[in-house]
């Protein structure tokens, strides 16, 4: 195929994961995620069946790909793309958390909660690489198979205490906090 038609075609794909991710968003707002189904997609996205496993093998694997996408998109977007592990960086991942955490517009709460620990899972994963790529360059002795763990789970934590209105702080109050916690940590087991 031409350079011209490669790009017809991927604005082509590109237009229609978009009407997918756009018909589970709504849908996912009038209903539990257990009760979507295929034809709900397909029917609101203005796709056939064929299409739709074209590009995703289930709802499941739809479900996936935003999930993946977005945990790495708002990490991009507080970061600026720059790996660097300092007090701002901390402060930025856990306004990605609260960011993360806040943009599901779903007023079926039943179908959010079942979500919370997939939509967990992702961040986790994506704070782990921001962390250990961020980490790499400046590690002496600090062990990271240790410390990202840990790192990445209290930023979580506390983006998600934030945005379930668990906590009595602002977002950057609690970005501040854990920011100072996790450099003083770093601080501490690089001397």
């Not at 397909?42 to 499941?60: E, G, L, M, Q, W």
């Not at 960086?89 to 997939?118: E, G, K, T, W």
């Not at 002496?140 to 979580?156: G, M």
């Not at 506390?158 to 702080?169: D, K, M, N």
Request: hydrophobic share 40%; net charge neutral.
């Amino acid at each position: 195929m031409n350079e011209v038609g490669d790009k017809v075609r991927n604005m082509r794909i590109t237009h229609t994961k978009q009407s997918l991710i756009e018909a589970f968003v709504q849908l996912v707002n009038q209903k539990d995620f257990e009760k979507i189904t295929i034809a709900d997609l397909t029917k609101i996205a203005k796709v056939n069946r064929s299409t739709f496993y074209s590009h995703f093998n289930d709802k499941y694997e739809l479900l996936d790909f935003i999930v993946n996408d977005s945990a790495s998109t708002v990490i991009e977007n507080r970061t600026l793309g720059i790996k660097k592990f300092d007090e701002h960086m901390i402060f930025q991942l856990v306004l990605a958390v609260c960011d993360y955490h806040q943009q599901p517009n779903i007023q079926c709460r039943s179908s959010y909660l079942s979500l919370i620990p997939l939509l967990k899972e992702k961040m986790i994963v994506e704070l782990k690489k921001y962390l250990s790529d961020s980490l790499e360059p400046i590690n002496t002795d600090i062990n990271n198979s240790f410390y990202v763990p840990i790192y990445a789970n209290l930023i979580h934590e506390a983006g998600y205490l934030w945005a379930s209105g668990q906590a009595s702080f602002e977002k950057e109050e609690i970005a501040r906090k854990v920011s100072l916690i996790v450099s003083k940590g770093k601080r501490n087991n690089s001397s």
